[in-house]
């Protein structure tokens, strides 16, 4: 069975990480008691669950904890599971302000304030910090890039997330998607929505698409747009990101916006670019 333990400073990022396994396929549970963890295997093993692997968030809430992990895990190693340690950190400056943000009390002192906490934990730990398979460290670290370093750790720099690019046309009339990285504004570009004989069509549609990819100002803007796109993909993935939503925009979504976005979702689909393309307004609006 391969086994990971995951623990670390309270604040730097277990939970994510936890989520990130449990989308692996990971069987994950949280503060086991260390004198529980030889009779859960012992239930897992023998479950009629066909369970490989298991994740065990165990840290400074189980005092017992403390005092009998190196005995634990030497027994996993013994009895043949893999066995990997990962423990989460980040600065002191980063978890005190994750604290202030979610209006948490540290689990480590009772009455005590934040950074002694930190301080505290920081101090029992060091000993467990030392046997890590792998220490991350979250403080740069957004929730995407958490997920993709413990996904990394388990299959291996070779098998890490490539990362992905949402392309999705919109409506302005009905808001910018909130979940966009870049937003590009085609409303410039002549609308067939006034051209009496395309107005019931959308983007999908042939003429439609003709009507706008033919403009030579559309021309001039595709050639520009992606040069941009091309030059700032290989520098997202370089800092890591796991997926790029790129937005573009009309008036109402229909139109325009979906011609320019599935010409572009050719055009680097083309170039093996892991793309993905939907269109969120083409059923509701006008231009």
Do not use: W
Not at 177 to 182: G, N, T
Not at 237 to 262: D, N, Q, W
């Amino acid at each position: 069975m391969r086994i990971v333990i995951i623990t670390g400073l309270s604040g730097s990022g277990k939970s994510t990480a936890v989520r990130a396994l449990e989308d692996e396929g990971f069987f994950c549970l949280d503060n086991l008691p260390v004198s529980l963890v030889s009779t859960f295997i012992d239930l897992v093993e023998h479950s009629r669950e066909d369970i490989k692997d298991v994740a065990l968030v165990m840290d400074i809430r189980s005092r017992d904890f403390m005092k009998g992990y190196d005995e634990v895990f030497r027994n996993l190693t013994h009895a043949g599971h893999i066995l990997k340690i990962f423990f989460f950190d980040s600065s002191d400056e980063v978890l005190i302000r994750r604290f202030s943000e979610t209006r948490r009390r540290h689990p480590a002192l009772d009455g005590g304030t934040v950074p002694e906490g930190i301080r505290f934990e920081r101090d029992q730990l060091a000993g467990l910090r030392r046997i890590a398979t792998a220490i991350i460290d979250t403080s740069e670290m957004n929730v995407h890039r958490l997920k993709e370093v413990v996904i990394s750790s388990i299959k291996g720099s070779e098998s890490a997330l490539e990362m992905q690019v949402n392309l999705q046309s919109f409506g302005f009339r009905y808001g910018i998607p909130l979940e966009s990285d870049l937003v590009m504004d085609v409303r410039f570009l002549p609308n067939p929505y006034f051209v009496p004989a395309l107005r019931p069509f959308s983007g999908l549609e042939q003429g439609v698409r003709d009507y706008v990819l033919g403009q030579k100002e559309t021309e001039v803007f595709l050639e520009r747009f992606r040069g941009l796109l091309e030059h700032l993909l290989p520098g997202y993935r370089r800092e890591g990101k796991s997926y790029l939503s790129v937005s573009i925009g009309c008036t109402g979504g229909r139109h325009r916006s979906v011609a320019i976005a599935e010409e572009l979702y050719q055009y680097f689909r083309q170039r093996n670019v892991n793309i993905k393309i939907t269109h969120r307004d083409i059923d509701k609006g006008q231009g």
